[in-house]
Every structure is written in structure tokens, then in C-alpha cells.
């Protein structure tokens, strides 16, 4: 008897299932060995009276309270005390024109807000009630960042006219002020290259993204005030909703895969990996509904997607391994944002009764500033803290020659167990076939018996509080002849 172990590797399904990395990886997350679990949704708020697509949060520098808003297509919402949402639009709501969803920024304690039909709508934290337009000269934007010390648009309507190449910010230290000023500094340009915009990052500088190129934006000072670097020609961006941030380099989807801008070059990271699988999978005519967000906790970066079988998933790269899975989404939108703090006093805001509290007592929810990774599913906003998906990772093929029986498993699983189920064939164009899962006995023992030449072993790791599946150590012996 011979007994092997399978460690599991890295999750590769564009590449065929004999060269040995993990043909499946759901509802887990990649870690420096291993995969460990990902929480589901759980839910964070009351219903809103439309579905949400949107988050933002802001923090009052002065002490230091935060405000979490969630918007839909006609209404901003501030999402206060145990979950309560409160309308905080400005008088008579919105129209939302531009792919059903508000985008945001945060410029000090001001939450500005873009929709492509109103101005730029602002909310200073520790003064405003409710939404306003930023300022008479504000301009309709779809996309909007901070670069230094700018507030940045992009693709721009002026006087009932698309600029869809246009990149307009506003004065120096002053967001309301958009007058094309040489001492102000305030002013625009248009980049003739690379198609449409579809979407903008900031930062230390700004990145530009078109349908066919990246520009870098660097502050220059006056008179030209920024100079516009082509760093990518003939690649760009294919979906806004697909740009996260995170450490200064800017995730993205372009037309062929998935890749990673630091701001001076663009380097493929779904390359043979995970980009055929992606496409396959996805529902491009849903691609204007993509979101993506960066968790900075666990290091990963994310896609929320819609897939042809219409359900939504994650794809998830963690940017600190380079490795991929994918998950149950559990929303409609994903993003990063803080919460807003709440007293016990509060409860009764929202329910007299604790069993209907929108979560429980130990939610994040009534820690304020608490950073969380969440998003919206209908009318509500979520928050990935509930209890783990159910795993599941499937190795390659194992090839041991010759015919041979499988009749052992051993999940190796740190603080937890798994049930194991394995499919067996003597030639690789046979069709693979999983027998029925069995748990692991007390003994940590799964017995199987399969025979071929072609072994998979597919594995759903168990326990409320399992921590890393490493592999998984099985017992072949030689099958004979017939």
C-alpha cells in the first residue's frame, strides 16, 4: 500500500486538470498554504423603499464619527443607528441615467457623489442634513476621484453635451469651485486616444481609464497643471465597475483578462490562469453592473459578477499569493466602507424587540468605524461577517501509470474535518464522475474503493470553525490486470 499526499495548489481553470493544480476552488479563499474559509452575507439593514447599488462612507476629522450612505437609483440613504435607513436626498430625489448607480468620493468630510443627471452632489459630515448640489459650477459627471489635492471628473455633460473623453477637476484645496482658472487652477483635458473613459482612480496621481488605453495624470503646476501620460495604448477598460484600488495599484478587466496597474506599467494577473474560465462564465451583457472591491484585511481583491446561468459570484485574486478562487456571491454590489457607531440606547430606534434587530448584538454593525467588506442584495445592505460558505476544492488528476484502487482518504484540514468523494477513469476523454461524498470518521478515515488509472478527489471541509485545508492523503495500491 502507498500513501500520498496531495497538497492543494493553486486553482488553474484554464489549464487541463492532468497538468496537477486544483481544477475547482469554491467558497474559499487562497492562503500562503492552503484555503481557508469565506464568510457568507449577512444581512446589515433595513429594506430601502428601491434596490441599492451603491456604498459610501466618510469619517468628521474633527471627532472622528462616521457615516455610512447607501444609494439606489433615485435616492441616497444615510444607513444610521442599528440599520436604519433615512432619506437624505436632496428635495424632489434623482434620475439616475447612467447605469442605474451613483459614484463617490471623499474629500475630507464632504461625500460627493456623481450620477451622470444631477451636479455633483455633496454632504459635509457634521453640517449637512441632506444631499445638495456641490455648487453652481459643479459639473455632471459619470466618474469621479481625488487626485492631491483635486476633485476629479470625468466623462463630463455640458450644456446637454457628452464629453465622454473629457477630465475636468476643480481648484486647488477648493471642491466647489470648477471655474477654468490659470491662478485657481482649475481646469480640463481631453484625451483624443483610447475611446471612451470608463472609469477614474486617484491618489498621489490619477489613472485614467478608456476603452483602449490608461493615462496617467501627474500634477505639474501651473500653467499646464497636469500632464496626461499614455502608459497603456490599445489596452484598457472594459467595465468601470470592474476598477478597484488598493496600495496604490488599480485592479481592472480588460477585453482579454484581468490585469494590475501600479501607475507606470499593466501586468496580467488572470493570464492563463483564470481569464478563459471568466469569460465562459460571464454574462457580458451584464458587464455595466459589475462591481469589485478590495479587502486590505485579508488582502484579496474582488469581482462581483453575474454568470450566464444568472446567478451572481465572486471571483477573488489574492493579491499577496497571485492566486485565484471564486464564490456564492450574496449580493447584487460589493464595496469596502466603515460603519457608523450605535449605543445601546439606540436599539429601540429601530425595533423594541431584540429578535428583530436587523443583526446581532455582535455585529460590526454597532462598532463605529469599523472597516467592512459588504455591498447590497436588493433593497438592503449586507456585510460578508456571517457564518462560512460551504467549501469546495477538487484536485487535479493524480496519474499513477497503471490501473490502480483508491480505497483510503485522509482530509488534511486544520481544525475541522471533511467529507471526500473521488472519480476515477482509465482514460482522460471519459466523462468525470464524483462517488457519493463520505465524512471522515473520528479517526480522521474516509474510506473509498475506485478504480482507474485518472484519480480526482473533491473535498468539502467541515466544521463551524475550520480553518486551513492543505490537502489530503490518500492510499492507492496497484489494481491489476482484467
Known amino acids: 500500500m502507498a500513501t500520498q499526499r496531495i497538497n492543494f495548489g493553486e486553482w488553474l481553470p484554464d489549464q487541463a486538470g492532468i497538468v496537477g493544480s486544483l481544477t475547482d476552488a469554491k467558497n474559499v479563499v487562497s492562503q500562503a498554504v492552503g484555503y481557508g474559509p469565506f464568510p457568507s452575507a449577512a444581512l446589515f439593514s433595513q429594506a430601502a423603499a428601491e434596490n441599492l447599488n451603491a456604498l459610501i462612507a466618510g469619517k468628521n476629522p474633527s471627532d472622528g464619527t462616521t457615516k455610512l450612505f447607501a444609494s439606489g437609483s433615485t435616492k441616497i440613504y444615510e444607513v444610521s443607528s442599528v440599520g436604519g435607513l433615512t432619506n437624505v436626498s436632496k428635495t424632489g430625489g434623482y434620475t439616475t441615467s447612467f447605469d442605474n448607480r451613483f459614484r463617490y468620493t471623499v474629500y475630507g468630510n464632504n461625500i460627493i457623489g456623481t450620477n451622470f443627471d444631477s451636479k455633483l452632489q455633496s454632504y459635509v459630515i457634521g453640517t449637512s442634513s441632506l444631499f445638495a448640489d456641490l455648487s453652481a459650477s459643479a459639473p455632471i459627471a459619470k466618474y469621479?476621484?481625488?487626485?492631491?489635492?483635486?476633485?476629479?471628473?470625468?466623462?463630463?455633460?455640458?450644456?446637454?453635451?457628452?464629453?465622454?473623453?473629457?477630465?475636468?477637476?476643480?481648484?486647488l484645496a477648493n471642491e466647489t469651485d470648477w471655474v477654468e482658472d490659470v491662478n485657481t487652477q482649475s481646469d480640463y483635458q481631453d484625451i483624443p486616444d483610447g475611446g471612451?473613459?470608463?472609469?477614474?482612480?486617484?491618489?498621489?496621481?490619477?489613472?485614467?481609464?478608456?476603452?483602449?488605453?490608461?493615462?496617467?495624470?501627474?500634477?505639474?503646476?501651473?500653467?499646464?497643471?497636469?500632464?496626461?501620460?499614455?502608459?497603456?495604448?490599445?489596452?484598457?477598460?472594459?467595465?468601470?465597475?470592474?476598477?478597484?484600488?488598493?496600495?496604490?495599484?488599480?485592479?481592472?478587466?480588460?477585453?482579454?483578462?484581468?490585469?494590475?496597474?501600479?501607475?507606470?506599467?499593466?501586468?496580467?494577473?488572470?493570464?492563463?490562469?483564470?481569464?478563459?474560465?471568466?469569460?465562459?462564465?460571464a454574462d457580458e451583457t451584464d458587464f455595466a453592473n459589475m462591481s469589485a472591491a478590495a479587502d486590505s484585511v485579508r488582502k484579496l481583491v474582488m469581482w462581483?459578477?453575474?454568470?450566464?446561468?444568472?446567478?451572481?459570484?465572486?471571483?477573488?485574486?489574492?493579491?499577496?499569493?497571485?492566486?485565484?478562487?471564486?464564490?456564492d456571491a450574496g449580493s447584487d454590489f460589493i464595496s469596502d466602507a466603515s460603519t457608523s457607531s450605535v449605543s445601546l440606547e439606540n436599539l429601540d430606534s429601530i425595533s423594541a424587540s431584540l429578535d428583530a434587530l436587523p443583526a446581532s448584538l455582535d455585529s460590526i454593525l454597532y462598532i463605529g468605524g469599523k472597516y467592512f467588506l459588504g455591498g447590497t442584495l436588493a433593497t438592503k445592505v449586507i456585510t460578508y461577517n456571517g457564518s462560512n460558505l460551504t467549501g469546495l476544492i477538487a484536485t487535479g488528476d493524480v496519474d499513477t501509470g497503471v490501473n490502480s484502487i483508491v480505497n483510503l482518504a485522509r482530509p488534511q484540514v486544520d481544525n475541522g474535518s471533511a467529507t471526500v468523494a473521488v472519480a476515477s477513469r482509465t482514460r482522460l476523454d471519459e466523462t468525470v464522475t464524483y462517488s457519493t461524498a463520505l465524512a471522515a470518521t473520528t479517526e480522521n478515515r474516509v474510506p473509498l474503493r475506485s478504480r482507474g488509472r485518472y484519480h480526482r478527489f473533491q473535498l468539502v471541509p467541515t466544521g463551524a470553525n475550520w480553518k486551513t485545508a492543505v490537502g489530503i492523503d490518500v492510499d492507492i495500491v496497484g489494481g491489476g490486470a482484467r
Not at 459570484?313 to 493579491?319: H, P, V
Open 144 to 171: 469621479i476621484t481625488v487626485v492631491r489635492d483635486f476633485v476629479v471628473c470625468a466623462y463630463t455633460n455640458e450644456s446637454s453635451v457628452n464629453y465622454p473623453y473629457r477630465v475636468r477637476w476643480s481648484a
Open 304 to 327: 462581483n459578477y453575474r454568470a450566464t446561468d444568472a446567478t451572481r459570484k465572486l471571483i477573488i485574486y489574492n493579491y499577496a499569493t497571485g492566486k485565484w478562487t471564486y464564490c
Open 196 to 281: 471612451h473613459i470608463t472609469g477614474i482612480r486617484g491618489g498621489e496621481f490619477g489613472l485614467v481609464f478608456l476603452e483602449k488605453a490608461i493615462h496617467r495624470m501627474s500634477y505639474v503646476g501651473t500653467p499646464f497643471i497636469f500632464q496626461f501620460d499614455n502608459i497603456s495604448r490599445g489596452k484598457g477598460c472594459i467595465a468601470g465597475g470592474s476598477i478597484a484600488q488598493v496600495m496604490g495599484l488599480s485592479f481592472f478587466l480588460a477585453e482579454d483578462g484581468f490585469y494590475v496597474c501600479d501607475g507606470q506599467t499593466i501586468k496580467p494577473i488572470g493570464n492563463e490562469k483564470v481569464d478563459r474560465y471568466f469569460f465562459n462564465d
